[in-house]
Each structure stands twice: as structure tokens, then as C-alpha cells.
């Protein structure tokens, strides 16, 4: 017995009701498609890995303390606190817009004066700024033991003060420009603080790192 050869054509096919898909121009286009979102994705991860921007460093100067103080049957704190900042851009090809910029006090976990907000600026490669602040708490309640708190550092002769700044910025490279980040900087200032208070301020001249958050 001869072999069977049955030669099937897309003719033949649609005589006999059968249909053939043309695959290949989806194909086509679906390597096309990944072609260019690889390409993309590769453009991406070369400009992160050209720039990556670094956090920005910032040093807690100097410090003075000219009032921390509870007031009226309530204890309600009276707080002036003076503070310079050094913010330094550590990138060589990255600029930094801050849009905003909060800074505040706190003592043992809690908030001793109010925000205050520094104007906006931008900050070229590599550049350092100087930032000064007025922190003013007038009236704020506070815990019921903060006063015990603030005795007992002085029997110890150390008070230890959180000076705190948050905000949001954005990156710059050549005309490009990012969205906004969000960023928070912590600085601890610890200053002597003996049984006979001085005259002037308590300060704090000896400058600290502070630890960025981004």
C-alpha cells in the first residue's frame, strides 16, 4: 500500500472550512512593543545609575536656648530658641529645589515650639547654605511631668534637645526637574546644664551631624 500525501493549502483549508490566522504581524508587533519598553526601562535604570541622587547633609551649627520655661496654674511652656543650620549638596551633577522647609524643637518626645518655615531656595552641586531660625513656643501645653523632666537634667547637668526639620524637594539635572520628596532631618544638640543657671543662653557651639531621612 502507497503512502497518502495530502497537501493542505490555506485554499484548500477554506474549501473545506478551515481558517488559518495570520500570526505573524501580531508577532511582529508584539517584538516591537518589547523592544521599545526594554530599551526604556534600560534609558532608566542608566540614568539612575549615572546620578542617583545622594540625600542632602545637613549639621546642626550652633544653638541657643534663651527660654524654656512653664507659666500660670496650668504649666503652659514658654519656649525662644535661636539655631543655625548648614545644609550641603553632595551631588556633582544634581541640583535641589526646596520647596519647603518646616524646622521645630522638641524635648523627651514632645513639640516646644511651633514650625517655622523657611523660604524656598534652590541649592546648585555641591553647594552649602546657611540657615538661620527663630523657634518661638508662647503658651503650649505640655506633659504633666515635663517640669520634672526638665529638673532632673539639670541635676544631671546635661540637657539633651531635638532640633527637627522636615519638607519636600525635587531634583534637578541639565532641564529636567523631578516630582517632590518628602525629607526629615533630626539634629541633636546637648548642652551643660548645672544646678546655677548662666546669664545668658544656654548653647550649643560644638556642631553635629544630623541624620536625613528622604
Known amino acids: 500500500m502507497s503512502p497518502i500525501d495530502v497537501k493542505t493549502t490555506p485554499k484548500h483549508c477554506d474549501e473545506k472550512g478551515f481558517t488559518v490566522e495570520k500570526l505573524f504581524p501580531k508577532k511582529k508587533l508584539f517584538f516591537s512593543f518589547t523592544t521599545i519598553s526594554l530599551s526604556i526601562l534600560s534609558f532608566i535604570f542608566l540614568l539612575y545609575l549615572t546620578l542617583h541622587p545622594t540625600k542632602p547633609n545637613f549639621t546642626l551649627r550652633e544653638a541657643d536656648i534663651y527660654q ?19 545644609s550641603k549638596n553632595p551631588n556633582k551633577k544634581v541640583g535641589i529645589y526646596y520647596d519647603e522647609l518646616q524646622v521645630y524643637a522638641s524635648y523627651k518626645g514632645q513639640q516646644i515650639t511651633l ?62 526637574v523631578s516630582g517632590k520628596y518628602r ?8 548642652m551643660p546644664f548645672g544646678p546655677s543657671l548662666p546669664s545668658g543662653p544656654l548653647s550649643f557651639r560644638q556642631g553635629a551631624q544630623c541624620s536625613t531621612t528622604l
Not at 152 to 157: L, N, P, S, T
Not at 168 to 174: D, E
Open 183 to 190: 525629607f526629615n532631618v533630626d539634629c541633636v544638640a546637648i
Open 115 to 176: 514650625y517655622t518655615s523657611l523660604p524656598p531656595f534652590y541649592q546648585g552641586h555641591e553647594d552649602s547654605n546657611f540657615l538661620s531660625a527663630s523657634l518661638i513656643g508662647n503658651g503650649l501645653p505640655v506633659d504633666p511631668y515635663f517640669g520634672y523632666e526638665v529638673q532632673r537634667d539639670q541635676r544631671a547637668g546635661i540637657l539633651m534637645m531635638n532640633l527637627k526639620a522636615s519638607g519636600r524637594l525635587r531634583w534637578k539635572v541639565g532641564t529636567w
Open 68 to 86: 524654656l520655661s512653664l507659666s500660670g496654674p496650668r504649666q503652659l511652656l514658654n519656649s525662644s530658641i535661636q539655631l543655625t543650620l548648614v
